[in-house]
């Protein structure tokens, strides 16, 4: 990890940060006066379960994961971090440490904000804990729905949904994350998910190119695949 205290990359940060969008020039300077840069390589590990919290990790560039380990070092990935997002923020709010690891997936830049002195800007600038809090809604709606469809929802079914929302409209994408990585957030073997994409394949629904990209040869089809159960 390398720190970097640039005060001109801060503001760049904040900038592509949709909580602090409704600030004005000057209050945005308050927040970057609070804040710090980190670097990472891929593969480094940000933060672990366990680490103090109290702080908020605002994404520049570069992309992480979020993810938790069983007793047994099973890996469960929660999420995508990419530009503009934030994480470790359920800590500003608790004494309790960080419950999640995360790792950067690629050369990342983290803004990094001391979470005593964010809550006062809170405070001061009630906009802001009301954007935070419409994102944890929209976060735990998210983790609602994941965990309902892995409990209820056949393979089929989340790996086609997960297609269609990864695609978000285009015909050919690449993953954001590998195969193991999008296997464990939908609740299942990465042989697994690699048995159905290759069946997906057979059916025409979609053709595989190298290890990440993906063609949609048959929306239709694949958009009902992930709406109806088979």
Do not use: W
């Not at 069983?70 to 934030?86: I, N």
């Amino acid at each position: 990890m390398k720190c970097c205290h640039h005060s001109e990359d801060h503001v760049i940060c904040i900038e592509h940060v949709p909580i602090f969008a409704s600030l004005n020039s000057e209050e945005k300077m308050e927040i970057v006066e609070i804040a710090s840069s980190r670097s990472y390589e891929k593969g480094e590990i940000i933060y672990r379960a366990g680490d103090e919290g109290g702080t908020l990790f605002v994404l520049y560039t570069g992309k992480a994961k979020l993810f938790r380990l069983s007793m047994s070092g099973k890996e469960q990935v929660l999420r995508l971090v990419e530009q503009g997002e934030f994480m470790g923020e359920l800590s500003l709010f608790s004494s309790l440490p960080l419950t999640d690891n995360a790792q950067a997936l690629e050369t990342t830049t983290m803004c990094v904000l001391e979470g005593e002195k964010l809550k006062a800007l809170m405070i001061k600038y009630p906009s802001i804990a009301f954007k935070v809090m419409d994102e944890l809604s929209r976060r735990l709606e998210m983790a609602e729905n994941r965990i309902e469809d892995i409990s209820l929802s056949s393979v089929s079914h989340r790996v086609a949904k997960a297609i269609m929302e990864l695609s978000n409209g285009k015909e050919q994408f690449s993953l954001p994350m590998t195969k193991g990585d999008l296997a464990s957030q939908l609740g299942m073997t990465q042989e697994t998910l690699s048995r159905k994409l290759a069946l997906f394949q057979e059916e025409g629904l979609i053709l595989l190119k190298g290890h990440r990209k993906i063609i949609i040869k048959n929306k239709e089809q694949l958009k009902a695949a992930s709406i109806e159960e088979n």
